[in-house]
């Protein structure tokens, strides 16, 4: 089972700020990375390391981290947001990874 | 352009062997990591495990030793997943993707997929 913890879904309004989490204790020492999956497709890397973005990814999309706790944040969410999302980063023993169970987003 | 192109979608019976690939170009592939993710129908993302292909070092998930085996052949930039002995419950998506020498850097390309079936 994941030692990483997630919602499995959260709800927004049209243009609202929403913010997802991913809880575990590694989370403690290592960063999180963020993905996006839609229907059919292969999930894409939306935030990496302290909050950065690759290249395409819109600046609505934010990280943050705190104790046990990193979050997603999409600040003023748009209808093509609505995808599950999946937080991964190390295990405890840092020698592997892991992926949040994922949160579904609905944007309303 | 940097890719990651996966092999076809493969139906298997039960116990039945099976090899798939992932092939990567536009980058050096022996300077990063490939890992492998599963994704069961209609569930989440499993981290299965990683190769790094310049030295070959293999991390498996304890959830996944002992059930696959990931290599890569360097000289064909290509990294594989292979199981022994296939059950129903292998039948899933599985992703190849590329991981920085700094694993906390994210998962940046990944593949297509490569959809496996099993069933008598």
């Known amino acids: 089972s994941s030692e990483l913890t997630q919602d499995p879904a959260v709800s927004v309004a049209l243009g609202q700020t929403v913010r997802i989490t991913c809880q575990g204790d590694?989370?403690?020492?290592?960063?999180a990375s963020w993905y996006q999956q839609k229907p059919g497709q292969a999930p894409v890397l939306v935030i990496y390391?302290?909050?950065n973005r690759p290249s395409g990814i819109p600046d609505r999309f934010s990280g943050s981290s705190s104790g046990n706790t990193a979050s997603l944040t999409i600040t003023g969410a748009q209808a093509e947001d609505e995808a599950d999302y999946y937080c991964n980063s190390r295990d405890s023993s840092g020698n592997h990874q892991g992926f949040g169970g994922g949160t579904k987003l609905t944007v309303l | 352009e940097v890719q990651l192109v996966q092999s076809g979608a493969e139906v298997k019976k039960p116990g039945e062997s099976l090899k798939i690939s992932c092939k990567g170009s536009?980058?050096?592939?022996?300077?990063?990591?490939i890992g492998w993710v599963r994704q069961m129908p209609g569930k989440g993302l499993e981290w299965m495990g990683i190769i790094y292909p310049g030295d070959s070092d293999t991390r498996y998930s304890p959830s996944f030793q002992g059930q696959v085996t990931i290599s890569a052949d360097k000289s064909i930039s290509t990294a594989y997943l292979q199981w022994s002995s296939l059950k129903a419950s292998d039948t899933a998506m599985y992703y190849c993707?590329?991981?920085?020498?700094?694993?906390?850097?994210?998962?940046?390309?990944w593949g297509q997929g490569t959809t496996v079936t099993v069933s008598s």
């Open positions: 536009g980058y050096s592939f022996t300077s990063y990591w």
């Open positions: 590694s989370l403690r020492s290592y960063y």
């Open positions: 993707a590329r991981l920085g020498v700094v694993w906390d850097l994210g998962m940046d390309v």
């Open positions: 390391g302290k909050n």
